[in-house]
């Protein structure tokens, strides 16, 4: 399994910045280039050809999309992540941040994670998954393939893995709770889940195996 996840990571693309100049509802102040560092380009085509829901930038701040409408998102980290892709469809939504995998799922699945959790029996271990739902923010990784989204390479921004399709349905491709009624084909979220699940916990249990021994070098 180590060799997959260095194969797999050694894959991952470093992320990227996006531009600070853009249109005039991208501007500061006065219509001053630099009051967002995404341009209009990326929000139209979340918006127009997603059908996804932005939240403007600040000045200074990436555009952000809105969770909890069209879909929810898994924030886990990366190397837990990397296991889970296999129980998606190659046109599931997947970003990455830093360490961080964002799996996006089908809305209302934010909701069931914790009783989903219970349910694995994995409720009471605290694991390192986060869940983003109704109300919920996620930046937005730049569109790709388009340079212009981009200024400067930045360790931590938003890019995507899998991106997002042409067109605005995108339900098909996340994961749900029930595939049931849902188009064929459609992931399993129970199998994401779990999957994400044991290996936050194999991770936490070689941090611990590792712990030891570092406490001993720090006193000797």
Known sequence: ???TLSLAA???PHPRRPLGSGSAQD???GGAP???RWPGPLRHWYE????WATVPASPGE???LVTGVRFDVLDVPARAGVEALRHLTPSSPVALQGERMRLLVAAGGAEELPGLLEWLEWGVLGLDVRALGTRGRMEAPGRPGHAEDIAETVRGAAVWLRPPGAGCEVEASLPTLSAAGRVQGAPDLVRVV???ATECHRVRLRRAGR????QALASS
Request: proline content about 12%.
């Open 34 to 36: 630099g009051g967002s």
């Open 27 to 29: 501007r500061g102040p």
């Open 194 to 196: 779990e999957t994400v």
């Open 1 to 3: 399994m180590a060799g």
């Open 211 to 214: 712990e030891p021994d570092r």
């Open 48 to 51: 127009n050809d997603l059908g």
């Open 62 to 64: 990436p555009l952000r």
């Open 10 to 12: 050694s894959t991952l």
